[in-house]
């Protein structure tokens, strides 16, 4: 038996097929007749000597031969046109996609991204706000922005300043609560969305990194980060705001964060895109406006006495 692999227009035709389990419908996704795409699969069959579907009035069902083929055949094509997509993407230097988590794009990249659009009117950005976190060797994505401790294994990755969080609310409430010990009374908004976080970079931690003896356990919670602060903004409460989602409130006074202590993460965000594609001119572009608007606002930090939550003693 020949192991010299047949046309590819014919299992291009099988894949298809088998994976609509209709030649009809694979005629209609190819774009060629039924009596084509069954001539180029009965070929197929031809060259392997051997039936790959049961052929039945009204539906086609796949031989053993057949259940065999499919899932490779699934594969390599997906496979190939990622590839392709890919390389053809590496011939376009004016289209950059990104992702980001919905909070991050809500309260830091969306404010942000006129400047970018203006400083580089020759770019076409995409942005995908979600939590997926995208594979950026078969997704068409060009540059990630990813929270955690995630390892970025064969990726191009550039750490952001470590995270810090830090009691933020409205001038008014700032008013009414003005020491740590009075947040007590408080109304407490939380932000599940870092629950995964270890240590834990939550209330109970921050009380302890000011000395206050207090374990609070009600509150408003919130599933994204960004719900929580503008919770915040609209009065509800005192959130336990995150740097890059509060930054913006408070440089236009919408939040104040009066007690200057601030609870410090190892997670952190990374810059990621496919090695070797960093020095791409759209991808460079925004790597480095990224950093820079990062590095604008770092005097902010300044501001605060920052406790790693690794140095302060559990409960």
Request: one cysteine or more.
């Amino acid at each position: 038996m020949s192991e010299r692999l047949p046309p590819l227009t014919a299992l291009r035709a099988f894949e298809a097929a088998a994976r609509h389990m209709s030649f009809a419908k694979a005629a209609e996704e190819l774009n060629v007749t039924p009596a084509a795409l069954s001539f180029q699969i009965k070929s197929l069959e031809e060259h392997l000597g051997a039936p790959l579907f049961i052929r039945l009035n009204r539906a086609v069902e796949l031989t053993e031969a057949g259940k065999t083929l499919a899932p490779g055949a699934s594969d390599g094509f997906q496979k190939l046109t990622a590839a392709w997509r890919a390389t053809q993407r590496l011939q376009d230097n004016t289209t950059l996609t990104v992702t980001a988590g919905p909070a991050m794009t809500a309260k830091w990249l969306a404010p942000r991204l006129y400047d970018f659009a203006r400083a580089h009117p020759e770019i076409e950005l995409r942005i995908s706000a979600n939590l997926r976190v995208a594979d950026l060797k078969r997704d068409e994505v060009d540059v990630a922005i990813r929270f955690g401790y995630g390892v970025d294994d064969d990726l191009y990755s550039v750490p952001v300043r470590k995270e810090w969080l830090t009691p933020v609310m409205t001038p008014a409430l700032a008013a009414k609560y003005p020491t740590p010990e009075s947040l007590t009374q408080a109304p407490l908004i939380y932000d599940d969305s870092i629950d995964f976080l270890a240590p834990p970079c939550d209330w109970p931690t921050w009380f302890r990194a000011v000395g206050v003896d207090f374990t609070p356990t009600r509150g408003a919670h919130f599933s994204n980060a960004d719900h929580a602060i503008d919770a915040a903004c609209a009065g509800v409460g005192v959130a336990l705001g995150r740097r890059p989602m509060i930054i913006k409130d408070l440089m236009e006074g919408r939040l104040v964060a009066p007690f200057k202590v601030a609870i410090e993460t190892d997670a952190r965000f990374r810059f990621l895109c496919q090695r070797g594609t960093e020095n791409r001119p759209q991808i460079a572009a925004f790597r480095d406006w990224f950093f820079a608007e990062i590095e604008r606002t770092a005097y902010i930090s300044d501001d605060f006495t920052i406790v790693p939550v690794k140095d302060i003693p559990p409960a």
